[in-house]
């Protein structure tokens, strides 16, 4: 039990140090928002891309090499390069050749591929790239980009933050037990919690984004998609039997394991900000 | 053998009806391009993706019902109902919330679906909705609409007629045995030939569209993408070990059966003509 604490102790403090060294670098690329921000978004595409393809061979599928990394190239190339207001178009068409592409390889390449498992490329590669594209489209966004990406940054670290805190000093009921053993309902609500005192917090800094109230829903919507995006990547990793994606970050695991939230509350930051915004 | 003649001319015969029948319903469907386009392409949607459903069945997959059901009715609603010109922002994020929606079943419902059930519902999904809702991208496309999707009807059709008698009269060689043992290369390169004829003959009817070389241009490309279309259909069908997707229309089989080199060309056109429009 001691080796364990110690060990956990050892554990936090590498997260502690990745965290404080990663923060700030993060903040210096979303703030240029220039290339190195795009190559930041494909590297990390093609290394969730990779951990994910771990996972799904831990459940025994064959994933087609080249297939996801085209995706984690086109999807955030195409959202940084379409003309501004057209990302769309270009992101939709792309979508859409990528599917072509996965059910004409399942045809040529016959019989060589399940069905299952060339869906399976094709989600883990929207799963892994298309979301992360949203992190440009926001920066993208007429006006506010850097402050909308940076209020998704800082909501959706407080939510794991507060999330993980709670855990540890109240955490009691299980949340999801089947999913993943550690995660605690009172650890659920205080991320929620820190989320929209995050938002609220947010507006004070930057009150012309959006109202109060509208601050403190946009806190419950990506608070909770923080958490819905962290259980699904416990579900995944529990069903290809693998405990971290990979070992990539001190303390935090793989890529996967650090962006899983991120993955959900990107997304869900884009349509929300375009529906508030209309 | 002469049974085998006979059961083969009654089915025909049937084909043949049942074309007389159709493509004057499917016309008048595309011309008046109204609420009764959207309701048929949505009634289209859910019947190919049931008939997929069947296929996914048969190699031992277990599908959520009500996703699929979803997506059918969603992405051709959005194509429909969307502001003109803002169709592709609505239907990129049907398709991240249809992304979500599946990892949220998978987490929610865990431990009940695989990753590849799961991926496969999504694929699935995208493959008869979204690029069903092509068809009405098409006709909504500014100016020209009816004229061009007329024109990737009586392509994807010419194709599969020049097809079918090419590959009947000097059949020879076979395509991609493993996949469908029944087509040949004479009846491919047939089709490819009938769909640039029926390209060439288009642009004589309504030569402000495309210039002539452009006009063979596309008769390659959709005759190409009608064909891949059909062996993608076979090759789900061969792993589903199903030999027609359904018996709905009478001498065609399922609606997948018939419509799947459709899937393959309007998404192919629509990205075609938007290109070669720029």
Known sequence: MEGFEEESL???RERVISTIIGIPVIFYLVYEGKILFLLFIIVLAILAQYELNRIF?????????FLPVSGSVLFPFLAFYAPNGRESNYILAAVTVFLLLHLMTLMFLFPRYKAGEIAASFLGGCYCSLL??????????D??????????FILTWCCDIGAYISGRLRGRKAL???????K????AVGGLFFCVLAAVSYHYFYPHLFSYPLMILIGVIIGGAVEIGDLVESSLKRLGKIKDSGDLI???GGVLDRFDGLLFSAPVAYICIKLLSL
Chains 1, 2 share one sequence.
């Open 10 to 12: 050892l554990l936090l």
């Open 250 to 252: 001190p303390g935090h």
């Open 176 to 182: 999801c037990p089947l999913v993943s053993p550690g």
């Open 184 to 187: 605690t309902l009172e650890g």
């Open 132 to 141: 992360l594209s949203y992190l440009i489209l926001i920066r993208k966004m």
């Open 143 to 152: 006006g506010y980009g850097f402050h909308y990406l940076l209020m998704v």
């Open 57 to 65: 061979a831990g459940m025994g599928y064959r994933i087609p090499r």
